[in-house]
C-alpha cells in the first residue's frame, strides 16, 4: 500500500531533550516535506527536500533541522525543544513535478512541556 | 510571499444541503488551487484542485470555482452527507515558488443528520 509513515504517532517531552520523528515514503517520491499544524493557522511548511541531500526552509524552520540522507526517509530533527514547538506535525511526499498532489502521514502529535 | 485566507472558520449544515468554502489570495502568479479534506486522527488528503487556466471543475458531488481576476477560489459540496464532516483546507502556489504550497487556516465543516 501506497503510503507516508510517520513515528511517533504521539510524543510528550520536556524542553531542551533532543528529539527526532522520522518519515518514510514507499512511493519513490523525489519530494517532501514537513509541516506544523497549529489551530487557526492551518498549515505552515518547515522544510523541504526535492530530492537526496537538497533540502530548504519553509516558512518557519527556526529550531528544527531535517536530513535527506536516502530518498525515502526524511527526519525532523529537534535540537533543543521549546513550548512553542507544541503542534500536531505532518510529513508529506510527492512526485518532483511541479503541482502533483501531496500524499500526507497520519501526523505526529508533540507536546513540550 | 503568498497569503491565502479562508472562510468560514466553522460551517454546520443540515444533511442534503449545499456548503460553500471561500479561499482568497495575494500572489497574482499563484496557479494551482489545491483542496484537502482532513478526517479526525489523519492527514489531510487531496479531493479536488485546479489550475489558472481553468475557470471550474466538477468531481461528482464536489466543485471548484475560481476568479483570478478577484484572486478568489471556492469549494462547493452539494447533498452533504455526514461523512462529509471535516476539515478542508484550501491551498495555492505559485509556478515560481511550487516547491511551497501555502495553505489557508482551515474549515471546520459538521454535517448534522
Known amino acids: 500500500e501506497a503510503q507516508v509513515t510517520q513515528n511517533p504517532r504521539y510524543l510528550i517531552t520536556v524542553t531542551g531533550k533532543k528529539l527526532t520523528v522520522t518519515c518514510s515514503q514507499n512511493m519513490n517520491h523525489e519530494y517532501m516535506s514537513w509541516y506544523r499544524q497549529d489551530p487557526g493557522l492551518g498549515l505552515r511548511q518547515i522544510y523541504y527536500s526535492m530530492n537526496v541531500e537538497v533540502t530548504d526552509k519553509g516558512d518557519v524552520p527556526e529550531g528544527y533541522k531535517v536530513s535527506r540522507k536516502e530518498k525515502r526517509n526524511f527526519p525532523l530533527i529537534l535540537e533543543s525543544p521549546s513550548p512553542n514547538q507544541t503542534s500536531l506535525y505532518f510529513c508529506?511526499?510527492?512526485?518532483?513535478?511541479?503541482?502533483?498532489?501531496?500524499?500526507f502521514g497520519n501526523g505526529t502529535r508533540l507536546t513540550v512541556t | 510571499g503568498e497569503n491565502v485566507e479562508q472562510h468560514p472558520s466553522t460551517l454546520s449544515v443540515q444533511e442534503g444541503d449545499s456548503a460553500v468554502i471561500k479561499c482568497t489570495y495575494s500572489?497574482?502568479?499563484?496557479?494551482?488551487f489545491p483542496w484537502y479534506k482532513q478526517e479526525l486522527g489523519k492527514g489531510p488528503q487531496l479531493i479536488i484542485d485546479?489550475?489558472?487556466?481553468?475557470g471550474e471543475k466538477k468531481d461528482q458531488r464536489i466543485a471548484v470555482t475560481l476568479n483570478k481576476t478577484a484572486k478568489h477560489f471556492s469549494l462547493h459540496i452539494t447533498e452533504t452527507q455526514p461523512e462529509d464532516s471535516a476539515v478542508y483546507f484550501c491551498?495555492?502556489?505559485?509556478?515560481?515558488?511550487?516547491?511551497?504550497?501555502?495553505f489557508g487556516g482551515g474549515t471546520r465543516v459538521l454535517v448534522k443528520p
Open positions: 485546479i489550475r489558472s487556466n481553468v
Open positions: 491551498a495555492a502556489t505559485p509556478s515560481a515558488a511550487g516547491n511551497k504550497l501555502t
Open positions: 500572489d497574482s502568479a499563484s496557479n494551482y
Open positions: 508529506a511526499s510527492r512526485p518532483g513535478r511541479h503541482n502533483s498532489p501531496l500524499h
